[in-house]
């Protein structure tokens, strides 16, 4: 019985630790590396690479606000084409589970050329590696929005941090 209650204790605070880090006021610093296949009018145009850090600030328990940088690079006839770049603005909400936190959330990108770009649709699975340490696993669907025709299916990995 006493191992019982040790185990049960143990995991009792494994789970409050894991969920404090969605509370809010945290903040969340992190970046991922991506690589994708898209497609423009309906046409595939090759393959895309993109790079992008991001933060998140908790307004609520579980429910964050997100800020975010990009830059992709594309692959179209062989050439590799590197974009103007994106500024983010969205917001994720989180579910806590055994091993980590199930989130989806939605964002609206702005680029230098014509804003609005593109909405962002996504849902992962945050896999916990330490305290405050996550393996971000995510899919992401990206709509262009007005005249950009571009639509992305990403699936992503990534390191997040929450402090």
């Known amino acids: 019985m006493a191992k019982f209650l040790g185990i049960l204790s143990l995991t009792m605070l494994a789970v409050s630790s894991l969920s404090a880090q969605f509370d ?18 309906g046409s595939s145009i090759g393959s895309v690479v993109n790079v992008l850090p991001s933060f998140e600030y908790f307004v609520a328990d579980r429910v964050a606000v997100i800020g975010s940088v990009s830059v992709t690079a594309f692959r179209f006839n062989g050439i590799w084409l590197v974009d103007d770049g994106n500024l983010g603005l969205g917001g994720k909400y989180y579910y806590t589970v055994d091993q980590g936190a199930v989130y989806g959330g939605a964002a609206l990108n702005l680029s230098g050329v014509k804003p ?13 590696l330490g305290k405050g340490v996550f393996l971000d696993n995510r899919l992401e669907f990206t709509a262009g929005l007005g005249d950009n025709k571009l639509s992305t299916v990403l699936l992503g990995v990534g390191i997040e941090t929450f402090f």
């Open 24 to 41: 809010a006021g945290s903040k969340n610093i992190n970046g991922s590396l991506n690589w994708s296949q898209s497609y423009y009018a």
């Open 116 to 128: 609005p770009r593109s909405l962002v649709i996504q849902a992962g699975f945050l896999f916990g």
